[in-house]
């Protein structure tokens, strides 16, 4: 079965949980690194000839044209992960509409193929944000892949479909991967979770899905293949969550890449 791949183009200062520590007006003082764990990722994907979707923040689009061409170059599909990483459900519909526009632009000064996917930053679309499929649906998107289908302390709606599904308009959702284990649903396959557990609890979980006829939703972001990258001085908790086992990701990847057979989110989807 084929599963989604996806990486979402951000710098290790940019994440939600650095917001209170790190201002975006300086962003522009810290030293560029997405580029290292970027390199690494395409290579992995060379090697095992899989392509997948990379959804580039508008802020490094802008300032990085090269990063996004060369995604592309390599048969990639580029998608959207906002301009400067704001939670949906923390802005108004307007504002969110501007802030995508700005970054399709940003993404179209390098590339002027298809842009059909949306990844909200930190999966900020739940019930009181619902309204953005519909401004997604406007600007054309084909698709969103942003809905953990269970409640967390920061995002999800519980009892959301957990396998993709149509929204308005006829756009469809991938909804982020969780699997249930005793009654209890848990999120697997992406980000801090991929690192925290063990592999075989992973690929158990992917198989599990592919055999519930489920493809399941890979997500990584470069700044996750970059053990090297610099300690944003936040609190225990976001430290401990941004750090944990980044230096496994890499081999994970490999692993992934190894076991199962992977696609950009719209061959998945079938768009
Ligand atoms: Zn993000």
Not at 13 to 25: C, D, I, L, N, W
């Amino acid at each position: 079965m084929l599963n989604a791949l996806s990486f979402d183009v951000e710098d290790y200062f940019q994440v939600t949980g650095f917001e209170r520590v790190v201002s975006r007006a300086d962003w522009e003082k810290f030293e560029p690194r997405f580029q290292i764990g970027l390199a690494k990722i395409l290579e992995t994907l060379e090697r095992h000839e899989v392509r997948a979707t990379f959804f580039f923040l508008g802020w490094i689009a802008e300032r990085y044209p090269e990063a996004v061409r060369e995604v592309a170059r390599r048969g990639h599909e580029i998608g959207i992960h906002g301009y400067e990483h704001r939670l949906i459900y923390e802005q108004t519909p307007e504002a969110f509409e501007a802030d995508l526009r700005r970054a399709i632009e940003a993404v179209r000064k390098s590339y002027d193929g298809p842009i059909l996917g949306h990844r909200a930053p930190s999966f900020s679309i739940r019930h009181d944000s619902l309204w953005a499929l519909e401004v997604l649906n406007g600007l054309g998107f084909r698709y969103d892949s942003s809905i953990f289908p269970f409640k967390r302390e920061r995002y999800g709606i519980d009892g959301a479909p957990t396998r993709p599904y149509k929204v308005c308009g006829g756009m469809l959702e991938f909804p982020m991967s969780t699997v249930s284990v005793l009654g209890k649903i848990l999120p697997v396959a992406g980000g801090g979770y991929l690192r925290l557990y063990p592999y075989a609890v992973t690929k158990h979980a992917i198989a599990a899905m592919n055999a519930d006829g489920r493809p399941a939703m890979v997500y990584i972001h470069p700044w996750e293949l970059d053990p090297e990258q610099p300690v944003i001085n936040a609190d225990l908790g976001n430290r401990v969550r941004h750090r944990v086992n980044l230096n496994k990701t890499e081999a994970r990847l490999e692993a992934l890449c190894r076991d199962f057979r992977f696609g950009p989110a719209r061959e998945v989807l079938g768009i």
